[in-house]
């Protein structure tokens, strides 16, 4: 392993050894190439430059007690990654492909998988873009699908820890029958200037209601909300929500602990009767919410100046299973390195 301050490590990105890719021509995908070049020859008419035909993926590999290194439902991925190809007109990437792909990244970078002890992580990125060049708007006949890794560190210097978000109506992260469901970097680049207006203010994120009526809450910045109140755990359903593999496996492990579950959609007024309140995603797995500000309204929820005790418990048992040290009963993790 290589010897570094893996505790220090931010989210950020750091170059390791190599990274593997596989090109899409003539029709089919080619072999698993692997590349120590950390840059892409591109041509400057490629669609994803210019159209967006640009979709991602984010996931981690985690250095287990036990001295294994896992990946966490990589099956998951791959098939969200298929989603997002089919909703912006790219070719899907096979989920034998896909996982081969990345356990192969995985196993060439494993000098950077960060110690169980430090709380760092090996952060992998699959990158779809569409690369032949085309200047009217038309789908790519030609596509790089290429993985890279880069050890990130804890996403709570402090630990587990509770988050100021902000509730903001003047921009939309993405429309309701628009790309909101799909991990394209458009959205992304929606998400900038909002995100920008409430770090000023002193928010970890913003915050989004649904971007035709403005009523019911949709995401809570690059992550999934969820609420706790009456042994229930509640999550919003809307067309605009990119479907989070993290609370998806809350939602499994909620009710494994007893709690109901709700996925609807969640009126702003309802948000004051939650007794816990979180963020969740590969990144932070939940990042507990203390409080949230109407912007335009003036109102405050508050949710508690600490992780409450569903929300720990949620937080250590999906830990538990990523890092091997709870039994996974549903089969979700897979050993890359033994
Ligand atoms: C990636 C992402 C999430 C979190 O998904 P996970 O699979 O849990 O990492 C949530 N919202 C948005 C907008 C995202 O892009």
């Known amino acids: 392993m290589k010897n570094l301050d893996w505790a220090s490590l931010s989210f950020g990105y750091m170059s390791t050894d190599y990274n593997v890719r596989c090109y899409y021509k003539d029709g089919k995908w080619g072999e698993i190439e692997v590349c120590s070049d950390e840059y892409l020859k591109l041509h400057m008419a490629a669609t994803c430059l210019h159209y967006g035909q640009e979709a991602f993926e984010g996931l981690k590999a985690y250095r287990c007690p036990d001295g294994k290194v896992r990946i966490f439902r ?6 969200r990654l298929q989603s997002t190809c089919r909703g912006i007109v790219m070719p899907e990437v096979p989920t034998d492909l896909f996982t081969e792909m990345v356990k192969k990244v995985v196993r ?10 430090s709380g760092a992580t090996l952060y992998i990125r699959p990158l ?13 006949k030609e596509y790089c699908f290429l993985i890279f890794v880069t050890p990130v560190g804890p996403y709570f210097k402090g630990g587990f820890a509770c988050n100021k978000y902000a509730i903001i109506r003047d921009y939309d ?10 991990k394209v970097g458009g959205n992304y ?9 409430v770090a000023e ?15 019911y809450v949709d995401e809570c910045g690059a992550a999934n909300f969820f609420g706790i109140k009456n042994n229930t755990y509640v999550t919003p359903k809307s067309t605009s929500i990119l ?37 969740c995603g590969t990144a932070a797995v939940i990042s507990p919410i203390s409080q949230l500000d109407d912007l335009d309204t003036g109102k405050v929820y508050h949710f508690g100046e ?10 250590e048992t999906l830990r538990g299973i990523q890092y091997g040290t709870i039994e996974d009963k549903h089969g979700w993790t897979t050993v890359v390195i033994e």
């Open 243 to 279: 479907p989070s593999i993290t609370n998806k496996s809350l939602m499994q492990i909620a009710e494994d602990l007893g709690l109901k579950v709700e996925r609807r959609p969640i009126p702003e007024e309802e948000l004051g009767t939650f007794e816990e309140a979180g963020a």
């Open 201 to 215: 203010k002193g928010y970890s994120s913003e915050f989004y209601l649904d971007s035709k009526e403005k009523k």
């Open 128 to 140: 779809l873009i569409g690369t032949s060049a085309q200047v009217g708007v038309h789908p790519a």
């Open 173 to 182: 992260r993405a429309a309701p029958l628009g790309t909101g469901t799909y």
């Open 74 to 79: 990589v099956d998951e991925n791959a098939a």
């Open 189 to 197: 680049a929606a998400s900038m200037k909002p995100h920008t207006v």
């Open 108 to 117: 060439l970078n494993q000098e950077y998988v960060p110690t169980y002890e």
């Open 306 to 315: 600490k992780p409450g005790p569903w929300s720990t418990k949620l937080y």
